[in-house]
């Protein structure tokens, strides 16, 4: 794979313009239009680089805006001549001046250049292609941001690879920065550079900087989903918004859910239907343990496990507390602001989210993450256990 000419940079594809030039029987339709804003009309040996682009690539540059996008970035090199026929300036201002010449000799089979990134130039919407010329693209690999310094804080990574990676977000850090929020560089994003590992070279679409693929409440812990490169990162969000994503938290309640009073024994999925902040929102649940607490509402608490099936903002909180009338153990705003409840609030919130699966959005393979719970979890529903025996 041959560098590119920016550091870091590499050509990814290349495409040679023939002797006797481009068909433009792709874009017939559009040909028209295109001559009445062009100074010369579009012929198959000379024309446009990005109707050019159109035609050697259709699926990535189905239009002239997103040619002309690719060619702002520099993503498109253009190089003419080779070490027998140096570069021919005036062919990139659009003349077709000595083009017949060349291609004669071209024809001949006395030349066929080979692409020499030291001197393409950058590719320009108003450059013209001819017969011979090599139209080439350009991709960031290797140039990102990673150190081996030591991380702002401690967060563990449990799943890596050149795409993407799986790190367990430690309660009361937030995921992206906010305004005025004073988190400073106690921030996910801030972090990932520190404790991941770079793409090895060759990679492609790598991201300056890894990034969270998704969001976690700043006082929940758990798994986070991060992307390393521009595919893996566009795939991932395709894959929440589609809702392919399965995501497991395990929570405290503050109670006993009604409908286990009945039947504590029950152990199935319960749904609720009930929309946060006027959007529709489901939550799947059911009851995993009961355990003794002299503070919490009828001395006991839940351990639970929820399966949100839509994401809205504080969906399991508002669920379990206006829904079942249990608040998550440690949580501030949703509690009641009673006494008892209050005393919880120092112990931090109890939602983690323990367990995920997906569809690997580059290598097409499943990935499935688990992590235990904190161990303030288990401390909790020790606390008096003996009296829930047999429940």
């Known amino acids: 794979m041959s560098a590119g000419t920016k550091k870091g940079y590499f050509i990814t594809d290349q495409w040679e313009i023939p002797a006797t030039g481009l068909n433009l029987t792709s874009i017939n339709e559009k040909k028209g239009v295109l001559d009445r804003t062009l100074k010369n009309p579009l012929t198959p040996t000379n024309l446009t680089l990005p109707v050019a682009l159109m035609i050697l690539n259709p699926s990535e540059y189905p239009s002239v805006s997103r040619a002309r996008k690719a060619l702002r970035k520099g993503a498109i090199l253009l190089y003419r001549g080779s070490k027998k026929y140096p570069l021919n300036q005036a062919n990139f201002n659009g003349s077709d001046e000595d ?180 959007k529709s929102a489901v939550t799947l649940w059911r009851p995993i343990r009961f355990a003794k607490s002299q503070n919490a509402k009828d001395e006991t608490v839940t351990l639970v496990e929820v399966k949100p099936q839509t994401g809205r903002r504080h969906q399991i909180r508002c669920h379990m507390a206006w829904e079942l009338n249990c608040p998550l153990v440690g949580d501030h705003r949703y509690d009641g602001n009673s006494e008892k409840a209050k005393t919880f609030r120092e112990l931090g919130l109890f939602l983690c989210a323990n367990r995920l699966s997906f569809m690997h959005p580059c290598l097409n393979n499943f990935v499935e993450a688990s992590i235990e719970l904190p161990e303030k979890f288990e401390a909790i529903l020790t606390e008096d256990d003996s009296a829930m025996e047999g429940v």
């Open 99 to 278: 083009t017949s010449d060349n291609g004669d000799d071209n024809a001949s089979g006395d030349h066929r250049p080979d692409f020499d990134a030291k001197n393409a130039i950058a590719g320009r919407v108003v450059d013209r292609v001819f017969p011979f010329d090599i139209v080439a693209k350009q991709i960031r690999m290797s140039e990102c941001f990673y150190s081996e310094k030591d991380p702002p804080f401690k967060m563990p990574v449990i799943y890596e690879d050149d795409h993407i990676a799986i790190v367990n977000k430690p309660a009361g850090v937030p995921v992206f920065p906010h305004r005025q929020s004073g988190h400073g560089n106690m921030t996910v994003r801030h972090a990932l550079p520190y404790i991941l590992t770079a793409p090895k070279t060759g990679t492609e679409d790598v991201l300056r900087r890894a990034q969270p693929a998704h969001q976690i409440d700043l006082a929940t812990s758990g798994l986070l989903i991060c992307a390393k490169t521009k595919t893996a990162k566009k795939r991932l969000g395709e894959q929440f918004v589609n809702r392919a994503i399965k995501k497991t938290y395990t929570a405290v309640l503050n109670g006993i859910p009604a409908i286990c009073k009945d039947n504590p024994s029950n152990r199935e999925w319960h749904p609720i239907d009930s929309e946060v902040d006027s």
